[in-house]
């Protein structure tokens, strides 16, 4: 009887190992860092990079099947800083709509980039 109830609790410890993360980030915190180091044109097209490929495969790859709180965020501010307010504002609006807790910190962003001051 204890053989059997250590297999079945060594079977559920593996099990609960092989369950897939809550939300999928990527190379996210790598590609951040190498950004905030080195912000060039190759590093923010890492950026942009990863947070498509977590935009991307957020769904299969997470259990929540979400895009991760702040990724469109983060996207919109990689846009607005190259320029292109009106995808940025799109991407504000993303995040906004799948976490409605953010919508003062996005309509601040989203503000900010009509007013073309984000820098």
Do not use: H, W
């Not at 790598?30 to 990079?49: A, C, D, G, I, S």
């Not at 991307?56 to 702040?70: E, H, L």
């Not at 501010?77 to 504002?89: D, I, P, Q, R």
């Amino acid at each position: 009887m204890t053989r059997s109830l250590a297999l079945a609790l060594a079977a559920l410890t593996l099990a609960g190992c092989a369950t897939k993360p809550v939300y999928y980030y990527g190379d996210y915190t790598k590609t951040q860092l190498e950004y905030v180091r080195e912000p060039n044109e190759q590093t923010m097209k890492q950026r942009f990079e990863a947070l498509d490929d977590i935009i991307a495969n957020s769904k299969d790859k997470s259990s929540s099947g979400r895009v991760p709180p702040g990724i469109y965020a983060d996207y919109g501010y990689l846009l607005t800083v190259t320029g292109k307010n009106a995808e940025a504002v799109a991407k504000y609006k993303q995040e906004r709509e799948l976490y409605p807790e953010s919508a003062v910190f996005v309509d601040y962003m989203i503000n900010k980039t009509n007013s073309k001051t984000v820098k």
